[in-house]
């Protein structure tokens, strides 16, 4: 069983930068591909970002590459998710996925999630 916290939602000016933090409970952290997804008003969850579980590999979906950054610090059962170059199309809660997997996946197809942390980003 993993639990899975997010923090570090906001609201930025378009331009801003944002760091989401989930902090993982559980002793084998380092097992699990980590994700963020995020879903905005009427629209489905989607895929933002995802690592495996040494961090040697990431993917990213189109709309993110080159602005944001998902990284993790299995010592500290901790994925960040930097997000620089916000726009408002951004806006939405962001959720935090835990994958017992080798296999890093796009989809929605994880085993644990967190509560969601609000980005919003002004015009």
């Known amino acids: 069983q993993v639990q899975l916290v997010e923090s570090g939602g906001g609201l930025v000016q378009a331009g801003g930068s944002l760091r989401l933090s989930c902090a993982a409970s559980?002793?084998?952290?380092?097992?699990?591909?980590m994700g963020w997804f995020r879903q905005a008003p009427g629209k489905e969850r989607e895929f933002v970002a995802a690592i495996s579980w040494s961090g040697g590999r990431t993917i990213y979906a189109d709309s993110v590459k080159g602005r944001f950054t998902i990284s993790r610090d299995n010592a500290k059962n901790t994925v960040y998710l930097q997000m620089n170059s916000l726009k408002p199309e951004d806006t939405a809660v962001y959720y935090c996925?835990?994958?017992?997997?080798?296999?890093?996946?796009?989809?929605?197809?994880?085993?644990?999630w967190g509560q969601g942390t609000q980005v919003t980003v002004s015009s």
């Open positions: 996925s835990a994958r017992a997997s080798t296999i890093i996946a796009t989809t929605t197809n994880y085993d644990y």
């Open positions: 559980g002793r084998t952290f380092s097992r699990y591909v």
